[in-house]
């Protein structure tokens, strides 16, 4: 994995740590010594005193076991009791990403200033473009009243000598939805309602003050149980965070002790290929059993207005259909009534073929939902048509070579 700082590494060290204990069985009694070997007394510390770098390295370990961080009554629980309790599938943290606000060094409010490189130069671009006369000069220095600052930085960019800078507070800044703000103790403090868990912040904080609840416990109790076969399902991401091929990657994966590896880009061409299977079952179901052409639709449009036309042929469809459906009825068809200028009819006797040989084609609905091998839709036509339908019928059932 990439690591570009020491807050990462330090969280990368503490998830090793835990992985080693959970391996000799030992988390519940040796995940106390963690904090202490990691910050010894003879070591540097990063905070005031090696006692405040212990106590932030607690935090962190609780947050990684699975625990909010909510109250001061969390520092009279032992890390071993937390450790029991993460075992036990009792670490009921809700929110994804929490700030140790112990951690959190409460940086200033991000904003613009003057550094001491300002020259005070005649010019003065700053003062004349800000929009909000938010600067003025004291002593031939710039200086910024930053209730009157809206952080547009036109000074910054207008400043010949680079004077102005922005400085900002990284989790605030890189947070795409604006989810985590200052509290009234200065510390960060992330808006689960607004909240993505895209984890820019995480990754950009660097005292590490915000932490992820981490699945490692649940992950190494499942892939060490006998009785249950565990998938790893990996990012594409996966394969640039580390100096190695995508073959030694997913060897490594199985080698941790998952059973298989399948690329998430792989679950998610199945999903779009059942939501796709869905929607077009849901599709069927609204759809009209025959799509008609735009072509088609204009000219049934402008039919409407063709009243008289319309009457006509409505009254002669009317009369052909009627005379169809007894001459198919006394050849021992079964016709379904029909109100349109076509016919459905049932004939246990192959049509399609014998028919098509003397030149008429009709419609075999076999494939029909819900009908079977032996029914036939024909069209209304004109009379002489449908005179020459009816004798090739007729033709076909009393003449057996034609069958």
Known sequence: MLYDNFAMLTKRELLIRIVKLLKEENLVNGVKYIPV?????????????????????????????GFEITDEEIDLIPLSEFAQKALDN???????????????????????????????CEGRPCLMNCP???????????????????????????????????????????????????????????????????????????????????????????ITAPDKKIIAIPAPAIYG??????????????????DDVVEVALGAEDTSRNEAAEFLERMEEVRQPWSVSIPAQEAGIAALDETGWRRKVKSYVAEQRIWLAGELESMGCKVYPSSANYLLFYLDQ?????????GILIRNCSNYRGLTKGYYRIAVKTEEENRQLIDAIRDVIDNTDLR
């Open 37 to 65: 070997e990691m910050r010894p007394k003879n070591k540097r510390p990063i905070k005031c005193c090696v006692h405040k770098d212990r106590y932030i390295l607690k935090h962190k370990i609780i947050s990684i076991l």
């Open 90 to 120: 009792k670490n009921t943290k809700e929110n994804i990403l929490s700030v140790v606000h112990e951690a959190c060094s409460a940086c200033m409010q991000s904003q613009y200033f003057v550094t001491n490189m300002c020259r005070g």
């Open 132 to 222: 909000k006369a938010a600067i003025s000069f004291k002593g031939g220095k710039a200086c910024i009243t930053q209730e009157d600052c809206v952080g547009c930085g036109l000074c910054s960019k207008v400043c010949p000598y680079h004077a102005i800078v922005y400085t900002p507070v990284p989790c605030e800044d890189v947070c795409p939805v604006k989810a985590i703000t200052k509290g009234e103790d200065g510390t960060e403090h992330i808006d689960k309602d607004k909240c993505i868990y895209c984890g820019k912040c995480m990754q950009t904080c660097p005292y590490g003050a915000i932490m992820e609840r981490s699945k490692v416990i649940d992950v190494y109790k499942s």
């Open 241 to 258: 965070q580390f100096n190695a091929t995508p073959g030694q990657i997913l060897s490594a994966i199985k080698a941790i002790g998952f």
């Open 350 to 358: 192959e049509l399609m073929e014998p028919l098509k040989r003397k």
